[in-house]
Each structure stands twice: as structure tokens, then as C-alpha cells.
């Protein structure tokens, strides 16, 4: 990385910190944008910028939202009665995508990891527990990740 000019590597090491991307594949990158046109290089910088001003979360489910409420919890016609627990919104998207669920959700932005550090403290799990006290809900669906982490968060 030193035979690249020091804006370069700046660059470069602030895309090898977005998740899978390694040295190589952030240097790629790096090129690329530096061909792109400038009006693109822009687009792209706005758009994160406007992501990370404008994405909350969502105040019932925790989903990422534009305002107060994400789409699904906006809508009237969901079934609030029925709860997908999932791990993050990747997976709520993955749900939605098959167009066969019409209840709500609630994502925990994670799953147990003690061995990392990851305790029910770092995770939605006493927000849930408050909505369920709350609400009328009927059936809770523990949608996790078939894995260690995303089996003992199920538990």
C-alpha cells in the first residue's frame, strides 16, 4: 500500500473496514472510484451521508426506519398479534422477500456471543420482553440463524 499516494491509502483503508472487504479488494475499490466520474463519487459519499442522517431505529421493532416507524410496523394490515425475532434486518429483508409472512418483527441487532463479549445486555432482548408484557401477541417466531450464537440466543 506505501506506493500509493497518501489519499489513496486513506481510502483504501477506510473501505478494508466495511465487513469482507480485505486489502486487495479495498485497493480494487479504490481504483475503481478514482476512474469513476466525479458526479458518481459524489452520488456515492451523499448517499452515505444521507444514511447516516436519515436511518434510525425503528421504535417497536428495531428495524432500520426513515422516521419514527419502519414501513412494516407502519402498516395497518400486518398482523401485530404474530412476532418474527430475527438478528438483523438482512434477515427481516430475507423474510419479506418471500412474500408468505404478514406479521411483525423484532430484530435484535445480533445474537449471544459471550466469547466475544456479546451478552442479552448488548442485544434487544428486554425491549421484546416489554413488548410482548404490552402487547397482545399470540405467537413469537425465533427466526435466528441455524448456528451456536443464533441457536443459544433462541433459547
Known amino acids: 500500500m506505501s506506493g500509493y499516494a497518501p489519499p489513496i491509502q486513506r481510502l483504501i483503508r477506510e473501505l478494508s473496514r ?10 480494487r475499490l479504490a481504483n475503481f472510484l478514482l476512474h469513476d466520474s466525479p458526479e458518481d463519487a459524489r452520488r456515492l459519499a451523499e448517499s452515505i451521508l444521507e444514511v447516516k442522517e436519515k436511518i434510525r431505529l425503528c421504535s417497536i421493532c428495531f428495524n432500520l426506519a426513515e422516521g419514527d416507524l419502519c414501513p412494516i410496523c407502519a402498516d395497518p394490515k400486518r398482523d401485530e398479534g404474530t412476532v418474527c425475532v430475527v438478528e438483523d434486518p438482512d434477515a427481516l429483508i ?47 417466531i425465533v427466526a435466528t440463524n441455524p448456528n451456536v450464537q443464533g441457536e443459544s440466543t433462541a433459547v
Request: no cysteine; proline share 5%; aromatic share 4%.
Open 18 to 27: 466495511l465487513p469482507g472487504v480485505g486489502g486487495k479488494t479495498a485497493a
Open 94 to 140: 430475507a423474510i419479506e422477500e418471500t412474500g408468505s409472512y404478514r406479521g411483525t418483527y423484532h430484530v435484535l441487532h445480533g445474537a449471544l456471543a459471550p466469547l466475544d463479549g456479546i451478552g442479552p445486555e448488548d442485544l434487544h432482548i428486554r425491549e421484546l420482553i416489554e413488548r410482548i408484557r404490552k402487547q397482545v401477541i399470540g405467537e413469537v
